[in-house]
């Protein structure tokens, strides 16, 4: 019988965002060497942040001095690709693994499928964006919604997702838009940008959270394994910022 992939899955965690990415970028490194199992994890910012793309070097000078609720708004780089994505009130998905092939559009959509299903299965359904190249040219990642992001029937988009790949292994994780605040998201990209997201009412993060892992177990066919990380990973990982 084919037996199933272990997971690592690592507990919901809340930090600040360059921990988060130094987290992302030592995960997606062990994978790539072999060390280290594909990996599934849930996080989110603590303050809230900026996080930019990897390649994004314009941004508003003002998006330095932003606040929300009395704390700086964090301004951090990304290891992946993409647009400016504002991290207060949402959830962060990261997947590290490999052996997945074809374009890189393809891996998003097999990647993304789990995200699909899940949402399904909380009464949301989801589809691909339909936006061209035209998004280079926004600097908000939730302004505009390609073929890698995932949006509500409305056309409002939900998920935002980024990704890197380095010889086989494949790092990409996203925001998942929960319960922005309008008034912070028209600061840092304008009021006409924003959407409202509709999301059912009764949903909580350890719903949504529960519901995610299922459809990733059954899309990725595997088996999880909950291990958050050690005192001597938490050293590695930290010994990088």
Request: glycine fraction near 8%; hydrophobic fraction near 40%.
């Amino acid at each position: 019988m084919y037996s199933k992939q272990v997971w690592r899955l690592i507990p919901l965690l809340e930090a600040a965002g360059n921990v988060q990415m130094a987290i992302d970028n030592w995960l997606l490194e062990q994978h790539q060497s072999g060390k280290h199992p594909s990996t599934l994890r849930f996080y989110t910012w603590s303050p809230s942040a900026i996080s930019l793309g990897y390649h994004q070097r314009k941004y508003p000078e003002y998006w330095q001095n932003l606040t929300w609720q009395g704390q700086k708004l964090d301004l951090v780089q990304r290891p992946t690709g993409g647009r400016a994505v504002l991290h207060q009130g949402d959830l962060t998905y990261a997947v590290v693994t490999s052996g997945i092939t074809g374009s890189r559009l393809q891996v998003y959509e097999k990647i993304c499928e789990f995200l699909i299903q899940g949402w399904r299965s909380l009464g949301v359904e989801l589809h691909y964006g339909t936006e061209g190249r035209g998004y280079i040219h926004n600097p908000n990642c939730f302004g505009t919604a390609t073929s890698a992001d995932l949006v509500l029937p409305d056309g409002a988009k939900l998920i935002g997702s980024a990704q890197l790949r380095r010889s086989g292994a494949i790092l990409q994780h996203g925001s998942i838009r929960l319960q922005p605040d309008a008034e912070l998201f028209a600061q840092v990209f304008g009021a006409e940008s924003f959407r409202t997201v509709q999301l059912p009412q009764s949903l909580s993060v350890e719903k949504i959270i529960a519901d995610l892992i299922t459809a990733a177990s059954d899309c990725f066919n595997m088996q999880i394994e909950l291990q958050p990380l050690s005192p001597s990973e938490w050293e590695e990982i930290l010994a990088k910022l």
